[in-house]
Each structure stands twice: as structure tokens, then as C-alpha cells.
């Protein structure tokens, strides 16, 4: 696959003859293509509604953690408690971790904008203009997975950050001690992203009621999967990237107490290259579905 | 002459629903106008000269090959779609440049080719508004401009005019035949004879997902003469524009609505030609936009199916 610019074209020709008689410039390579398709999608995912939507939501804990600290700073707030029990800014920080963006953002993001990669174009109606071009289909969805995950970790991992200066230092938690932990969680968070992401893209490209299926699966099957001993939890993303969270499980309900109970996690490794495999493959098969499927648009 | 498409026993169907039935035809170069009414199988067909669509039966080829699953002849074919949609955050000159990226051009050589195709349709000075505030015939324009930016052999057309003012209708009518002159070809669909007629008199006449007639089809005409021809027009002095045209002898009624005037008329040829003079003149006030319900040919079509 070449990322080249094909050395045929030369410059534009002039619209007064068309190209009959001359050589047809090569096609983009796939690789080109997906790029070219990523730049021409950035903006407008960006810029989407869903994006300022996700904005509001991880906002909203900035603004908790930001209250926190205003009220500590004029001595108002006494020390930090969950449950009833006295946590520190480190554990509390861990905690929003696990609950709010592994267990909920990660997930619903993945679904929210993987089922619509293809879906959105085609309710737009502007997915013509993109399979109207001598590139493969395939290429479309590829571009516009690699706008949602730059989308979502533009948005998503500065909150995190954000949220972890306001939050590890209550009760005396030091920045620096649990920068490494900081480090890792982004570093999950994005691989997380991009498994979901590329897993419900292949829902979206499969199925006729994608958004559907992408909730019953991480609110039904995930949770069900990794609160029961055995084997299925391996079908689970969660099994994988719960098993690189550097912070304690927190056991704030029936389903967690039963997951911590059956809990066994794979070595950081194993997950890692079981969920780079894992997006590759259904990326992959998301584009070969896309390759093959008419869209028809409604009038 | 080769013919550049053809049809061989083609049909589509959506599910229970048959969208194309048994079509056998042969494009030549040069302007086939595509005529007839809404749910005609028009944009069906349209969809799979342009490899959106695979048929269901029958084979397809486009410059002898198939197009379905084909994208290299998108190197050759450039389609102005229908629908009015675009990416309305983006400028018309970052959205064309950005299309014809996909067919190979560098940044720079997508830029030039964008410019050049926006200068084309008379849109340049627009070139850096975005996309949502551009008026109806503006998008029209910047969406054929996507279609010619990569200089295609073959365009394809769906309703090109409709929404356009008359001037911007006259203009487009004018490039359409210009491009043709340059040696491309040019496939149009309008569900408007006079649209088409004023660019071709090679047309495809198209009833129920199958072809009617094709060719030279001058009998039709004294038909669709035969019934009156609704117009819708929009304008900023709905009230000036009715009383100048309440004084033609062959407006048969007149509605006058909000911001606009809908009129039925026994000479749309004339009516089409006057409508274009007194926007131009502005003298009844601007004219934003002329549509043209697609009951006007349902009659002659249920005549001609009889």
C-alpha cells in the first residue's frame, strides 16, 4: 500500500477538456486513502453534537472535582468520604477512575460513536460523495475510526488529567507519586477506546440496528460475563483492560463484590496484544463488510 | 459510436419493492437527459450507473466495464447527487479540495482543481463561506463542482437544477452544454421536460422502474403540452412579481402565498423564457427559487402507460 502521491499528476488539468486521451492518475493506496478520508472527517466529528455532548459529560466530573477543591480551599469541607469512610485524593481518584470512565465512558463512547462511523454518513446522506471516489470502501470506515479515536482521546484523556490534579492532592495525596498510575490509566484509556471503537465499528457495518446491540452488550453481556466464574468473561473487552487498571477495584455494589470474587486477570501483555489482535481483526472485517454492502440512502 | 453505458436486462429491487424492472438500454457520449416523475426509478438508475447500487439482475458497464465494486472508474465519472447534504461546517473550497484528494491529487493540486472547478460554476468569490450558509442553488452549484474537479469524461446529474434561481438555472443550462462541447458526456435526470429539453433532445423517458421511450421523443411534447404546467416561485415581492405575471395570457391561475407565487401556466416554454428576463431585469424583485411539482408529468405518464 502506498502513501505516496501518485507522480502522474502533475498538476490540475484544465477543466475545458476532460481527461479522455490522457493517463488516468493512480489511485490512492488504502493507506492514503484512510488518511485522506481521517483529515476530511476530523473536523466535522470534532465539531459534531455528540462531541460537545461528550464534552458536558466529562466536564461534569471536572466541575465535582474543581466544587471539591474551592470548598477545601476556604475550609469548608472536611476530609473526603465514600461509603461513609475517609478515602484519599489518590483512592477517590482511582475510584472515579474505575466507575466513571472504565465502567461507563469508555464503553458508552465506543458504541455511541463506533455504531455511527458509517451510519452517520449514511443519514446524512454524504456517505455518496465518499463512494463515489477511486479508493476502496473499506478506506471510508478505516478514516473515520481513526477520526473517532483522535476525537475521543482529544476530549477524554485531558479531562482525565484535568480531574487528577483537583482530585489526587485532597487529603494530602502528592501529584507526583501517582504519576506513573496517571500514565498508565491514559495509556489504557486510549487502548480502550480503540478496542471498543473498533469492535461496535464492525457492529455498525454488520448490523441494521447497531446502537442496540452496542448497549446490550457492554450493559448486558459485559457486566453479566465478568460477574460469572469461567471462561466467558474472555469474551468480554473489560476483562482484558480491567486487568491493566493500576487502581483498587472499588466494591460498591452486588456486581462488583462478585467480580472481585471471580476475578483472575491476565498478564498486562496478554491484554495489550489480545486487544491490539482483537481492534485489528474487527477493523478488518468491518472494512470488508463496508466493501461489500449496498447503502441504500431513504429518499 | 461505443455507447458508454449499457444496461442489459437490469433490474433493482429494495426488498418486495422493485425499484428498476428489466431495463435494457445503450448510453451514447454526448447529453442523455434522464425524464420522469418522482419514484420513477430516475435515481435508482442513477445509483447504479454510479456503483452505489449492485442490480439484482442483469449486467451493467460503464466505458465496458462494471462499475459495481470497480472505484477506478471513478477516475472517469463524476456525480452530482441529489440530496442536499454536505459537511456544512467545512467551505465549499475545503470540502471540494478535500473530495478530490480521494482521487489522487496532492494538497496543492486538490486546491487548484477545486479552485478551478468552483470558478466553473460561478462560486470562487464563495470559495471560503462555509457550506451552511450558502443559499439553495449556491449548494447545488458547489455540489457539481465536486463532480467536475477531477475533469471526469462522464458526469452524471441528478436533478441538477431543481431549487436554482433562473439565472443560476440559464447559467448551469449553458455550462452543462459547454461541457459537453469540451468532449465530456453528460447524463442529467429532471423530472422538468423543459429542463431537459433545453439541454438535449437525446432523452431517456423513465415511468415505474422501466423505459419508456428514448431518443428523439418529440411526440411526447405536444402531450405534456396538452396539460397546464404548475410553477412554484419564490420571491422576496410575492405581491409585485403576481401582478406582472397576472398580465400573461397564458397563466391559467395564480396562487399567492407568504414568499411566493405558485401559477399554472399553458406555455411553460414561453413562461420559463419570461421568468428568466424578469429576473435578470429584477423588476418585480429578486427571485430566489423556481421549483416545479412533479405532478406536471404524472398525467402525461399515466397516458402514456394506458
Redesign the interface.
Known sequence: MSTE??DS?V??????????GRP?????GAVT?AL??F??SL??ML?SRRTIFLGIVVGSPILLGLLVRILEFMGVAGTLKMGGASVSGDAAFGTMMWLLYLRFLVPVLGVFYGTALIADEVD???I??????????AAVLVGKFLAYVVTTIFVVLPSVVVLYLLVQPLGGGSLGAGFPRLLTDLGLLALGLVAYGALFALVGAWMKYPLVVGLVFVIGWEQLAMALPGYLRKLTIAYYLQSLVPHAMPTDGLGSALQSLFRDTPSPSVSILTLIVASAVFLALGGWLV??R????E? | MTPLVVADHVSKW?GQVIGLNDVSVSIPPGITGLLGPNGAGK?TLLKLL?????PSKGSLTVFGEPIW?N?????????C?E?D???D??TGLEWVS??V??????DK??L??AR??LE?VDLLAAADKKIGGYSKGMRQRVKMA?A?A????LLILDEPLSGMDPIARRRTIRLVKDWAK???SIIVSSHILYEIEAMTSNILLIHNGRILAEGDVHSIRDLIDEHPHTVHVRSDHPRELARELLRRDDVLSLKLEEDAVEIQTSKPDSFYRYLTELAASGEAGGIAEVTSPDDNLQAVFKFLVK
Open positions: 502521491t501518485p499528476i498538476s490540475a488539468p484544465p477543466l475545458a477538456a476532460p481527461n479522455a488516468i492518475p493512480k489511485a490512492p486513502a485522506r478520508v483529515e476530511l473536523g466535522q465539531w446524512d446522506k454524504t455518496t460523495y465518499l463512494f463515489v471516489r477511486p479508493i476502496i470502501r466493501q461489500r449496498e447503502y441504500v440512502l429518499q | 429494495y435515481s454510479t456503483g452505489q447500487l449492485k465494486a472505484p477506478a472508474l471513478y477516475f472517469r465519472v463524476g456525480f447527487p440530496q447534504a454536505f459537511y461546517r467545512m478535500g473530495l484528494r480521494l482521487n489522487g491529487y496532492s493540486e486538490a487548484d482543481a478551478a472547478a466553473e465536486q467536475l477531477h475533469n471526469p469524461e469540451a468532449g465530456r
